[in-house]
Each structure stands twice: as C-alpha cells, then as structure tokens.
C-alpha cells in the first residue's frame, strides 16, 4: 500500500528515475525531508530504548567536550531554561555533571560521566545497526554522500 508520504516520492521516482532528468530543487528537498524524518524517528526509537526522550540523547550527542549549557541550548535549538530541565534529569541518572567553567564560576560546563560516555556510545552503536537508509551503500557511495553532506553544511571535506 502506497501511503500519501510515499507518492510524491514514486512520481519523482517516475519522472526523474526512468529518464536520467535532472532532479528538481523540490524532490532533493522532499528526499531530504523524508531522510532526515526517518532518521529522527529511528534516533528517537533507540533513546527510548535506554530511557532517553528525543531531547536528552541530542544532549548526550553534544557533549564531546565540556560544554556551557547556554551552548549546549544553542546547539539543541532551545530555550535555556529547557536545557536546565534536561540537564536536571541527565544528571539525576548520574550521566552528566555541572563544573565551574575555569576562568568564570558562574557560568556552568557540563560533562560527561564515564556512565554517560557509556550510554552515549551504546546509543551510538544501536543506531547504526541494521541502518536501512544508509547499509546498502557501498563504501564509496558512503565517501561520496559524507562529502557531498559536509559540503552543504559548510565543513571541510577532512573535518569529521
């Protein structure tokens, strides 16, 4: 059964596959849009899976080094205040910590624990198993979209 979802992506499939066209802004836009959807809710499976909401795994994402929380706000796209929530439940579970930032005591550096680092890395590693949207790719398709998507978001290609 063909969902709404599916049919703009079928009649792109009909017109652009079959006849080597060009595909249109839209399309990209829609395949995009319909990847990074599947992606989000695969993301959001896997963090419930170790009791993390959506919001909470990013969080853990983010923090490869100690991290401002107003930083960490910005990168999730959210209010302060919102983080202060998140960060309160994190570190309830003993995943993260809040440290003085050297230089300014006010301003508070969140941290991994070796608990968080753990989970974080798990949460990882289940995400990339048995990944549908990117398994079938060969490695030098992976070169190729790693390249063309470190493009559009403005890194290097060596930047990792």
């Given at each position: 059964m063909v969902t709404s979802k599916d049919s703009w992506v079928l009649r792109a499939a009909d017109e652009f596959g079959e006849s080597g066209a060009d595909p249109s802004m839209e399309e990209l836009v829609g395949l995009l849009f319909r990847l990074t959807g599947d992606l989000r809710q695969r993301f959001t499976d896997c963090a419930a899976e170790?009791?993390?909401?959506?919001?909470q795994a990013m969080a853990l994402r983010e923090l490869d080094e100690?991290?401002?929380m107003r930083d960490l706000a910005d990168r999730?796209?959210?209010?302060?205040?919102n983080v202060t929530g998140i960060v309160d439940r994190l570190e309830s579970r003993g995943l993260v910590e809040r440290r003085g930032a050297p230089g300014d005591r006010r301003v508070k550096q969140l941290v991994l624990t070796a608990a968080g680092r753990e989970l974080r890395q798990q949460h990882r590693d289940n995400l990339t198993v048995d990944l549908p949207l990117l398994q079938d790719l060969s490695a030098t398709e992976r070169r190729q979209l790693a390249g063309l998507l470190r493009?559009?978001?403005g890194m290097s290609s060596t930047t990792v």
């Open positions: 170790f009791d993390l909401t959506f919001s100690p991290l401002p999730l796209c959210c209010d302060a205040s493009r559009s978001v």
